[in-house]
């Protein structure tokens, strides 16, 4: 079948087979991108030629009149056609922009976390998940461990023993229904300041897009590993794009992570020789040349490449840009204990020291520089003490002269000296005379030198060779070395920072993030991921689970498993814009009608300018507000990572709506259906026509019932362009399932309300959310500051807005 031949193809030759070739061939090598501004390129476009190539002004001075009208009627002819063309391309590519542009759903989350943030009551539903254990085996090797008789060894099904003594083993809650998802989250206090990462399964522009609002000014510290454009590397990008489509594709991506970082915060960007400059030139660009930092040299292969052609390359460059250079907050670089005893050979009681001559020495080191420095200083050789004056005829008076009997200076001032006498001086007879040596005592960090030419950049063997050791195999093509990533990370990033790398890989930041939390108990460093490719599945969230799991890893099994790691993190998957396109759905009757009622010429304003948006209004991927309804059959028709094949999947919009306005979760609580009695009572307050009034008699939990709440709880920013001023709006978010009758749907939102509010002791918030027209406001008391909001209307305004200025 894949061999026969094509008879209505235009490449008469052409198979079947060569015809998918072809497509997946273009698919791979061809740039697309969305013009900003087509309609002004497009005009200015129009204009040049017009007046450079139809109507010629070298020559109209001698052209006849009748000539020169021909001429005006050709332009304004020319002028009038093009002018429809560019409105209707304009309108395409505007509508390109705007579903490129429009924040994009998350369909997918799930959480991971070790078992000891894992409740003991769920233990028995955790041991009945046969893909849970499956993970684990695969993942853990857990089918290896032998048990004693102390300790329990793996069994099938798993033993609460068993999990009891193994809690570094990680949960993935994409195993699990929805409703053990929810128990767990609830169990959870305070979430965000629980978990210690994100993942974001996404394109980083879209990703990137929706994080604005959230995190805002949180970000200390960015590292990314772009693609390099050139042939080297086998990434999902395209290396080898146009100089012009790589940097537009690294200048929109830098420019949106830009409002993420902190004032003090720092962006590190890897690259090679072939975008070195232009990437400079870009960063400039985006960051001023006054926040420029440093290029660093890393030398991350010793060997050099062989496939160049002259000079073997051995090294990549490091970009390091501040946000604002005066505010900057960079540390010192830790120096191993090696490297501390060879800078530092001698030692005493209170550390180790290397000596350093007190005589000044080079440059202005005579008396005749400094007097005020040529003082003696006296010393007693039985005491081993120093001082300023002779106390006793046993001292030795030694002054700064120098060997060829020049007389020196001191390099410090006398009272600095005075300071030193105690315990950082010592004397050593030298040429028949004395000299003096302060002990600079050994420091355990230093300033980071802007040339890394240490074995531990290798990424052979701390990149590569690490990331087989997990899974005893090479899954990703050249990966960073972890130590380089540490590096990075200690320099521009402290104990509780926020790391975020939006060109994820293989997640080495993450594993770079973890290993710095293991070792240094006083680090808690969270990070951000974002990674487009089926890799994110294959590789880098394993290799995430693995690092938790343990730190030593050998032919793709756990060396040890006795330093547990405590850990949470988040992963979120989002609507592409490929899905977006895919899911729009045209109603062709509204113009159909259109042409039927009105005159041509609005009908072809209608055309070249509205046609899209209207015909499109209503698609589920532009946010059907009539799902709001009911908030949990919303789907889209997903496109499988990898893959050609789309599957239908759930819209998260609980957490859609949580990233655009920028909540900071404090808890979730797991939802609750109810049935209820409805009564009529008498009011007084009615008027006599409408004496009484229905209420609700019995608000019951039923699973089934018809009506479905779930709240969430947290804080935004007072002013989202400003969320580091500390003044907090706190939220709560009322998410639930209407019927067809709004009125009794008001009566029992009133009746949970009230039931809420009087459960929580703490019940204060600012704003309140809610899906559908509700009456909320009546129940405000004298004390509430509360105010109700649309929850439809928000979600639009957030979805559509662009905040990144």
């Given at each position: ?51 450079n190539e139809v109507l010629n002004l070298d020559g109209v001075e001698d052209a006849e009149p009748a000539f020169i009208e021909s001429q005006l009627a050709k332009v304004k002819l020319i002028r009038k056609i093009a002018t429809q063309l560019i409105e209707f391309l304009a309108q395409l590519e505007n509508f390109q922009k705007k579903l490129w542009l429009k924040k994009k759903s998350v369909v997918e989350t799930n959480y991971c976390l070790t078992l000891n943030r894992v409740p003991d ?490 046609w899209l948006d209207i015909e499109s209004q209503g698609s589920n991927s532009l946010l059907n507000v009539a799902f709001f309804r009911d908030p949990l059959p919303y789907t889209l028709s997903i496109k499988k990572p990898g893959s050609l094949e789309s599957e239908t999947k759930q819209v998260d919009l609980i957490e859609t709506f949580n990233y655009l306005i920028g909540l900071r979760v404090r808890h979730i609580s797991s939802s609750k259906s109810f049935t209820a009695s409805f009564k ?106 509360w105010e109700v909001c649309l929850l439809e209307e928000k979600f639009l305004k957030c979805m559509w807005q662009d905040n990144t200025e």
């Amino acid at each position: 079948m894949l061999s026969k031949k094509l008879s209505s193809d235009e490449k008469v030759e052409r198979t079947l087979l060569a015809k998918y070739i072809d497509k997946f061939t273009k698919r791979q090598t061809t740039d697309y991108f969305i013009h900003k501004d087509l309609d002004g390129f497009l005009r200015r476009e129009l204009d040049f030629y017009l007046k450079n190539e139809v109507l010629n002004l070298d020559g109209v001075e001698d052209a006849e009149p009748a000539f020169i009208e021909s001429q005006l009627a050709k332009v304004k002819l020319i002028r009038k056609i093009a002018t429809q063309l560019i409105e209707f391309l304009a309108q395409l590519e505007n509508f390109q922009k705007k579903l490129w542009l429009k924040k994009k759903s998350v369909v997918e989350t799930n959480y991971c976390l070790t078992l000891n943030r894992v409740p003991d009551e769920l233990y028995p539903e955790v041991i009945a998940n046969k893909s849970q254990l499956d993970e684990w085996i695969q993942h853990f090797a857990i089918d290896e461990i032998d048990g004693d008789l102390d300790t329990p060894g793996f069994t099938n099904p798993l033993t609460l023993d068993f999990l009891a003594v193994n809690q570094g083993l990680v949960l993935d809650t994409k195993f699990f229904e929805d409703e053990f998802k929810e128990r767990l989250l609830a169990s959870i206090a305070d979430f965000d300041s629980q978990s210690d990462g994100l993942l974001v399964h996404s394109e980083n522009f879209q990703a990137l897009n929706l994080l604005q609002n959230r995190y805002r000014e949180q970000i200390q510290c960015i590292y990314i590993d772009p693609p390099y454009n050139t042939t080297a590397k086998d990434i999902l990008y395209k290396d080898g794009y146009r100089h012009s489509s790589w940097l537009s594709l690294l200048r929109d991506r830098v420019s949106r992570s830009t409002n993420l970082m902190q004032k003090t915060g720092n962006i590190n960007v890897a690259i090679d020789d072939a975008e070195v400059s232009s990437l400079k030139f870009l960063l400039d660009e985006v960051f001023g040349r006054e926040n420029f930092v440093s290029t660093v040299v890393i030398q991350q292969n010793p060997g050099g490449r062989s496939d160049q052609k002259h000079v073997a390359v051995s090294h990549e460059y490091l970009h390091i840009y501040a946000r604002n250079f005066p505010h900057l907050s960079t540390n010192e670089l830790p120096l191993s204990e090696k490297e501390i005893k060879k800078r530092y050979p001698h030692e005493d009681n209170i550390s180790r020291y290397r000596k350093s001559d007190l005589r000044k020495t080079g440059d202005g080191s005579l008396r005749i520089d400094r007097p005020n420095l040529f003082y003696p200083i006296y010393y007693s050789p039985k005491l081993e003490s120093f001082s300023l004056s002779r106390v006793d005829a046993s001292q030795i008076k030694i002054l700064p002269i120098k060997g060829n009997l020049e007389e020196g200076r001191w390099r410090c001032m006398k009272e600095t000296v005075q300071e030193l006498f105690t315990t950082n001086l010592l004397v050593e007879r030298r040429n028949e005379g004395f000299t003096i040596y302060e002990k600079d005592r050994a420091k355990t960090t230093e300033k980071p030198k802007s040339c890394w030419f240490e074995a531990k950049h290798n990424t052979a063997h701390y990149g590569t060779k690490k990331l087989s050791s997990m899974f005893n195999s090479v899954p990703f093509a050249h990966p960073k070395s972890v130590s380089t990533v540490l590096d990075i990370l200690t320099i521009g990033s402290s104990n509780s920072d926020t790391v975020l790398d939006y060109f994820g890989g293989s997640g080495t930041t993450a594993v770079a993030v973890i290993e710095f939390n293991r070792k240094d108990p006083q680090s808690s460093r969270k990070y951000i991921l974002v990674e487009m490719g089926h890799h994110f599945v294959d590789v880098l969230k394993p290799r995430i689970l693995k690092s938790i799991y343990a730190e030593m890893w050998k032919d793709g099994k756990p060396v040890s498993t006795s330093s547990l790691s405590s850990h949470c993190f988040k992963y979120v998957r989002l609507e592409s814009y490929e899905d977006t396109l895919n899911n729009l759905e045209f109603d062709s009757n509204k113009t159909k009608t259109l042409k039927q009622r009105t005159e041509s010429d609005l009908y072809k304003d209608y055309m070249l300018k509205y046609w899209l948006d209207i015909e499109s209004q209503g698609s589920n991927s532009l946010l059907n507000v009539a799902f709001f309804r009911d908030p949990l059959p919303y789907t889209l028709s997903i496109k499988k990572p990898g893959s050609l094949e789309s599957e239908t999947k759930q819209v998260d919009l609980i957490e859609t709506f949580n990233y655009l306005i920028g909540l900071r979760v404090r808890h979730i609580s797991s939802s609750k259906s109810f049935t209820a009695s409805f009564k009529e009572v008498t009011d007084p307050e009615l008027p006599n026509d409408q004496v009484k009034k229905l209420v609700v008699e019995n608000l019951v939990p039923d699973t089934d019932g018809p009506w479905w709440f779930r709240k969430v709880e947290g804080w935004v920013p007072k002013n989202v362009f400003s969320p580091s001023n500390e003044e907090k709006e706190h939220t709560l978010i009322i998410w639930r399932k209407l019927t067809d009758n709004l009125a009794r749907d008001n009566l029992v939102l009133n009746e949970w309300f009230n039931r809420v509010r009087e459960a929580d002791q703490n019940f204060t918030f600012d704003r309140i959310y809610v899906n559908g027209s509700s009456n909320l406001a009546t129940l405000k008391q004298n004390d509430d500051r509360w105010e109700v909001c649309l929850l439809e209307e928000k979600f639009l305004k957030c979805m559509w807005q662009d905040n990144t200025e």
